[in-house]
Nanobody, 126 residues
């Protein structure tokens, strides 16, 4: 399995921007469909965005569409989540995830991903 490590979280104000990164090691990033999920205490893990292996196609949840952008740099082995116009409702622990390499399509189901990072906390508060 590939190893994932998120970074870039923090405390920001509503309307601010933040960029999360996910560093991948142990394998070639270009072999994996990648995704971001988020979770708040007491709730299920929620799909945020996913991106195909070559980065040409992406899928977003309705709650973040137009504000958050997923991207990847397979040469740098890094996945990104650019977060703009942040809202208090975006407060959560954000995880990156990798889908097993035979699969080429994005998925909103966390059970379709088998490698996870430890998460990075994003808090949006005035």
């Amino acid at each position: 399995q590939v190893q994932l490590e998120e970074s870039g979280g923090g405390l920001v104000h509503p309307g601010d921007s933040l960029t999360l990164s996910c560093a991948i090691s142990g394998d070639d990033l270009s072999r994996y469909v990648m995704a971001w999920f988020r979770q708040v205490p007491g709730k299920e893990r929620e799909f945020v965005a996913a991106i195909t292996k070559n980065g040409y196609d992406a899928e977003y949840s309705d709650s973040v569409k137009g504000r958050l952008t997923i991207s990847r740099d397979n040469v740098k082995s890094t996945l990104y989540l650019q977060m703009n116009s942040l809202e208090p409702e975006d407060t959560a622990l954000y995880y990156c995830a990798a889908r097993p390499s035979p699969y080429s399509f994005t998925s909103e189901n966390p059970q379709d991903y088998d490698s996870w990072g430890q998460g990075t906390q994003v808090t949006v508060s005035s």
